[in-house]
T-cell receptor, first 119, second 111 residues
Framework: GAVVSQHPSRVICKSGTSVKIECRSLDFQATTMFWYRQFPKKSLMLMATSNEGSKATYEQGVEKDKFLINHASLTLSTLTVTSAHPEDSSFYIC???????????????FGPGTRLLVL | AQTVTQSQPEMSVQEAETVTLSCTYDTSENNYYLFWYKQPPSRQMILVIRQEAYKQQNATENRFSVNFQKAAKSFSLKISDSQLGDTAMYFCAFLGRQFYFGTGTSLTVIP
């Protein structure tokens, strides 16, 4: 199956600093990537859809100036949490839509996640 | 709006036994896909099984199978011969124009 990586796997930062999380599709080109946030023992909450070469589409209630998304290439999307605060502490997961020329249904493959702790 | 409901927050099953996780969804779309994802303690989301709505035949992947009832909008997951490694959170997901996840079922396999 398709492999999606995320870096870093965990990060601790001070309140007020910015943190960048990278999401890469390793063996395929992903025109669309997704960013999710997951609270402990909760489901995944879609934050935004990242399209290569265009602006990200944010879900209602997600601050686009707070969570900057850049999808500069077909294999890389980045999420930058700007001026992080303790309430931004969470588990952030990216996924990439795997192209299906063989006719299989579209499937999202997920990165391993990034645990962010803001002190 | 689409909703995906998993009514069982927690379940447990004895090793080697069979367990069924339920999922219902609500949609007005006719063409869509359904998925079950597994999230073990490592928190890596892993695709377990997928089903196209236009296919009547239930999908099967080794010990995992689904019971897809389109009219009832039900998509349950059956795990046969449960193994300790099956212990995880299981999320049902719907893909129409957008991806929607259920709230998850925490499954514990008891030795």
């Amino acid at each position: 199956g398709a492999v999606v990586s995320q870096h870093p796997s965990r990060v601790i930062c001070k309140s007020g600093t910015s943190v960048k999380i990278e999401c890469r599709s390793l063996d395929f080109q992903a025109t669309t990537m997704f960013w999710y946030r997951q609270f402990p023992k909760k489901s995944l909450m879609l934050m935004a859809t990242s399209n290569e070469g265009s602006k990200a589409t944010y879900e209602q209630g997600v601050e686009k100036d707070k969570f900057l998304i850049n999808h500069a290439s077909l294999t890389l999307s980045t999420l930058t949490v700007t001026s992080a605060h303790p309430e931004d502490s969470s588990f952030y997961i990216c996924s990439a839509r795997f192209p299906t020329p063989g006719g299989d249904p579209e499937t999202q493959y997920f990165g391993p996640g990034t645990r962010l702790l803001v002190l | 709006a689409q909703t995906v409901t998993q009514s069982q927050p927690e379940m447990s099953v004895q090793e080697a036994e069979t367990v069924t996780l339920s999922c219902t969804y609500d949609t007005s779309e006719n063409n869509y896909y359904l998925f079950w994802y597994k999230q073990p303690p490592s928190r890596q989301m892993i695709l377990v099984i997928r089903q196209e709505a236009y296919k009547q035949q239930n999908a099967t992947e080794n010990r995992f199978s689904v019971n897809f009832q389109k009219a009832a909008k039900s998509f349950s997951l059956k795990i046969s011969d449960s193994q300790l490694g099956d212990t995880a959170m299981y999320f049902c997901a719907f893909l129409g124009r957008q991806f929607y996840f259920g709230t998850g079922t925490s499954l514990t396999v008891i030795p």
